[in-house]
């Protein structure tokens, strides 16, 4: 993380500081997790807390800030002709690699923040459109929801937090391979 302390521009600078929070935020939350230290964003950001809360008055704020990306990406694809669940989970699986914050703070709304609940609504939505063809196909067992499978990706996110980054590909893949077996129909019973 590169910490620049950039000259106070006042109101003029106020886009600039708030994308470079929205930047810093991003960074932090990746490496560091989403409880980082908000003086660590603001420091990385090259702003200062005052700067920090005048855009982001707390800590929910700034994480939708930065996710909102994340969402605009899942509803891209879940608006793309022919996406499948397994589509749709393999983004949320790299978006979990990318940054583990993300899927936290949205598989566990904090404190039940109405704007959190909103966002792990919308993530649940995009994959329900897609659990009908998965059904369908075989791939799902009837009484599997979009909500277990945000806490599937809740409970991935969880585990990734504690790797190194250099480990969470390997060990996504291995534990999406165990979930399935939770998820998919027996064989007998498939297509």
Do not use: C, K
Request: aromatic letters at 4%; zero cysteines; hydrophobic letters at 50%.
């Amino acid at each position: 993380m590169t910490v620049t302390r950039r000259p106070n521009r006042g109101p003029s600078a106020a886009a600039e500081n708030r994308a470079a929070l929205i930047t810093a935020a991003r960074e932090v939350f990746a490496d560091a997790g989403y409880d980082a230290p908000l003086t660590m964003v603001a420091r990385v950001a090259g702003v200062g807390q005052g700067s920090l809360y005048r855009h982001f008055p707390d800590r929910i704020s700034l994480a939708l800030a930065v996710f909102q990306d994340s969402v605009a990406d899942l509803e891209a694809l879940a608006a793309e002709p022919g996406t499948t669940l397994a589509d749709m989970l393999a983004l949320l699986t790299e978006q979990t690699i990318a940054s583990t914050a993300f899927i936290d703070m949205v598989s566990v709304p904090s404190a039940g923040d109405l704007r959190v609940v909103e966002v792990r609504d919308r993530v649940a939505g995009l994959l329900a459109g897609t659990l009908a063809e998965a059904r369908r196909a075989g791939e799902l067992r009837e009484d599997v929801t979009a909500d277990d499978l945000v806490l599937a990706v809740g409970m991935l996110a969880g585990l990734l937090a504690r790797l190194p980054a250099s480990e969470r590909r390997t060990t996504a893949e291995r534990v999406w391979t165990l979930l399935r077996h939770g998820i998919e129909p027996p064989p007998a019973s498939r297509g």
